[in-house]
């Protein structure tokens, strides 16, 4: 009888409680390197710069005295052949498509690097493995691609005139969003006849944030854990207001966008776009024309100061005269993102 009971509430529990929206799975680390979720250990993930400690290797800017960002962040090796040379396999962080493989290492001072790209709470997103040792056979534009799937080695190819020491060998990984997929047309009207070797997977058109706290944000929250919600939880650097209602980034990322009564009643006439400490577009709000606040294309609207004193290095907003103004960096920014 006590059975047929228990059926039975098992029965109406499943019937009468909403049931959670499927969850996302995890995402997987990049590579057997797990010191990242292990406090104190951090020197055993990240590997600096020359002759600089760990936190040179984590993300955002912690380069040049804190005057260049770091775009990603850079794994330790773990595993070595007899010469010394890294031997890591690097693995899909999720689910994805392969967008870019660039195995011409000479032509990037990432090296070697593979782009996947992954869709998550709506969001298109893509994760990026640079200074690869080699690129897996069958890793090209189009595959398909499971999350843990070998991608290929890890390694120190680079192109830049010092190299990467075997001691320092490394994954950098970044995760991001592309800014603008008409990038070339935008860059060629920019800077004509200036080289563009990567179309729109030139490092100008990703916009990040930092894999460390998004690999442990997911650790930590498990199944609630939101891509959205994490963009979005990030330091708000600067608003911007645009007088632009239709834009790539505005439709294709469209979970990004936050509601606005009055802009539901009357006609949309620009967008608030925030922008994180790293000039990541985190949120768009639209904006009646009652509720802008200027009649130029473009307009800041606010700078949060700490956190433009604490993430100085992207040099999106300056101040002049008393008054903060985008900087060509930010104005840079913001017309390719509406490009
Ligand atoms: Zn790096």
Same mark, same amino acid.
């Given at each position: 009888?006590?059975?047929?009971?228990?059926?039975?509430?098992?029965?109406?529990?499943?019937?009468?409680?909403?049931?959670?929206?499927?969850?996302?799975?995890?995402?997987?680390?990049?590579?057997?390197?797990?010191?990242?979720?292990?406090?104190?250990?951090?020197?055993?993930?990240?590997?600096?710069?020359?002759?600089?400690?760990?936190?040179?290797?984590?993300?955002?800017?912690?380069?040049?005295?804190?005057?260049?960002?770091?775009?990603?962040?850079?794994?330790?090796?773990?595993?070595?052949?007899?010469?010394?040379?890294?031997?890591?396999?690097?693995?899909?962080?999720?689910?994805?498509?392969?967008?870019?493989?660039?195995?011409?290492?000479?032509?990037?001072?990432?090296?070697?690097?593979?782009?996947?790209?992954?869709?998550?709470?709506?969001?298109?997103?893509?994760?990026?493995?640079?200074?690869?040792?080699?690129?897996?056979?069958?890793?090209?534009?189009?595959?398909?691609?499971?999350?843990?799937?070998?991608?290929?080695?890890?390694?120190?190819?680079?192109?830049?005139?010092?190299?990467?020491?075997?001691?320092?060998?490394?994954?950098?990984?970044?995760?991001?969003?592309?800014?603008?997929?008409?990038?070339?047309?935008?860059?060629?009207?920019?800077?004509?006849?200036?080289?563009?070797?990567?179309?729109?997977?030139?490092?100008?058109?990703?916009?990040?944030?930092?894999?460390?706290?998004?690999?442990?944000?997911?650790?930590?929250?498990?199944?609630?854990?939101?891509?959205?919600?994490?963009?979005?939880?990030?330091?708000?650097?600067?608003?911007?207001?645009?007088?632009?209602?239709?834009?790539?980034?505005?439709? !294709?990322? %469209?979970? /990004? +966008?936050?509601?606005?009564?009055?802009?539901?009643?009357?006609? @949309? *006439? =620009?967008?608030?776009? &925030?922008?994180?400490?790293?000039?990541?577009?985190?949120?768009?709000?639209?904006?009646?024309?009652?509720?802008?606040?200027?009649?130029?294309?473009?307009?800041?609207?606010?700078?949060?100061?700490?956190?433009?004193?604490?993430? !100085?290095? %992207?040099? /999106? +907003?300056?101040?002049?005269?008393?008054?903060?103004?985008?900087? @060509? *960096? =930010?104005?840079?920014? &913001?017309?390719?993102?509406?490009?």
């Amino acid at each position: 009888m006590s059975n047929l009971f228990r059926t039975l509430g098992r029965i109406f529990a499943a019937v009468l409680l909403p049931l959670p929206a499927a969850a996302e799975p995890p995402l997987q680390l990049p590579t057997a390197n797990t010191n990242i979720y292990a406090p104190g250990a951090e020197d055993h993930y990240y590997v600096g710069t020359v002759g600089r400690p760990w936190m040179s290797g984590t993300f955002g800017c912690v380069r040049t005295d804190g005057w260049q960002l770091h775009e990603g962040i850079d794994i330790r090796a773990e595993q070595r052949d007899k010469k010394g040379e890294p031997i890591d396999p690097v693995r899909a962080i999720a689910d994805g498509v392969v967008l870019y493989v660039n195995g011409k290492a000479g032509l990037s001072n990432y090296g070697n690097y593979v782009i996947l790209g992954h869709e998550r709470d709506g969001v298109e997103y893509c994760s990026l493995y640079a200074h690869l040792r080699e690129v897996g056979e069958g890793i090209r534009s189009g595959a398909r691609i499971r999350k843990g799937d070998q991608l290929g080695v890890l390694g120190r190819t680079s192109n830049t005139r010092s190299g990467i020491s075997k001691e320092r060998a490394h994954l950098h990984l970044e995760v991001a969003l592309f800014l603008n997929k008409r990038f070339p047309e935008w860059y060629a009207k920019r800077i004509p006849g200036a080289r563009n070797d990567h179309g729109m997977f030139n490092g100008q058109n990703l916009a990040g944030f930092d894999p460390t706290e998004l690999l442990r944000s997911q650790q930590r929250q498990g199944a609630p854990f939101n891509l959205v919600k994490f963009i979005q939880s990030q330091p708000e650097l600067c608003r911007v207001q645009v007088r632009e209602t239709d834009f790539g980034f505005l439709r !294709r990322y %469209r979970a /990004l +966008v936050e509601k606005n009564p009055l802009a539901e009643q009357s006609p @949309t *006439a =620009g967008y608030e776009i &925030v922008f994180s400490h790293v000039g990541t577009p985190m949120k768009l709000i639209p904006r009646t024309a009652a509720e802008l606040k200027s009649k130029a294309r473009v307009h800041l609207l606010s700078v949060n100061e700490a956190v433009q004193r604490e993430h !100085r290095c %992207r040099k /999106l +907003v300056t101040q002049k005269n008393g008054r903060w103004e985008l900087a @060509t *960096a =930010g104005q840079n920014l &913001v017309d390719l993102l509406v490009y």
